[in-house]
């Protein structure tokens, strides 16, 4: 990627708390540095990137991108987020954290949900379940773990693409968004079977080619889901982690409580 059009553009410092970046393998390794230049061109301001990897030795490290406010967490990406998304959000106007996720990674935020709703509800034995319905996207594949893996582009996408208004593969402009097909697909769902959601988490290019998504996002999916707690009859959550273009949707099943 090259920024000659961000450096034309007036400099607007996009400002975060701490930013979380899933993996230090290659993405994550891309991910680190463009924050740093990006922080060094001024065009983004954190406290610090947090690299998150349970190998010490993994690429970040090896290839240096750990420095100023870059720093490397050796943990399982589960339990980091387990206590990262637990701490309390900023002051109103303060800035706020993000997480930039790898797209190799699992579907991390659906299984942190699921392990949420077990602790506020045990009873309700709340457990992921396939995303059988079809979305209807061009590519629209249910994995064997059960997560419906969707993209409106049925070609090959520029790597680090940022997802402007006019698509750089058909020089078209972008007509469609996932955040709306994912509304209506909930729709179309609490049609057969009571439904809430969707609980997204939304990657938007923020700066330099690194896309992320909010924590604010994480707080309404957890409300989402003890909305489906406080109900007393079997209802499913749809939660997706998604771009305008490109997503994975997974559903969480709350059975009425037993006991």
């Not at 983004?44 to 990897?53: G, I």
């Not at 998604?242 to 059975?255: K, M």
């Amino acid at each position: 990627m090259t920024h000659e059009a961000e450096d034309e553009a007036p400099v607007v410092a996009t400002t975060f708390r701490d930013v979380v970046v899933i993996g230090g393998g290659c993405y994550g390794t891309f991910y680190a540095g463009q924050l740093h230049e990006a922080r060094a061109r001024g065009k983004a301001d954190f406290r610090s990137v947090l690299v998150v990897d349970r190998d010490p030795a993994c690429q970040a490290v090896r290839e240096g991108r750990l420095g100023e406010r870059v720093e490397l967490v050796v943990a399982d990406w589960s339990a980091f987020l387990d206590a990262f998304l637990e701490r309390p959000a900023p002051a109103p106007g303060q800035p706020d954290d993000a997480i930039v996720p790898s797209p190799l990674m699992p579907h991390l935020m659906a299984q942190w949900l699921e392990r949420t709703a077990s602790r506020l509800a045990p009873s309700r034995h709340p457990r992921p379940v396939p995303a059988e319905r079809p979305l209807g996207t061009p590519y629209d594949v249910l994995a064997p773990d059960g997560t419906r893996y969707v993209s409106f582009a049925d070609w090959l996408c520029p790597t680090h693409c940022i997802e402007p208004a006019i698509c750089p593969v058909i020089r078209a402009p972008r007509t469609w968004e996932m955040g709306d097909a994912l509304e209506h697909y909930v729709q179309r769902a609490d049609r057969r079977r009571p439904t809430l959601g969707p609980a997204l988490f939304v990657t938007r290019h923020r700066a330099f080619g690194v896309g992320m998504f909010d924590v604010a996002e994480a707080r309404a999916a957890r409300a989402v889901v003890e909305q489906a707690v406080a109900r007393p009859d079997p209802v499913e959550v749809v939660v997706a982690t998604i771009s305008s273009c490109h997503g994975a949707v997974g559903v969480l099943r709350f059975d009425p409580a037993t006991g």
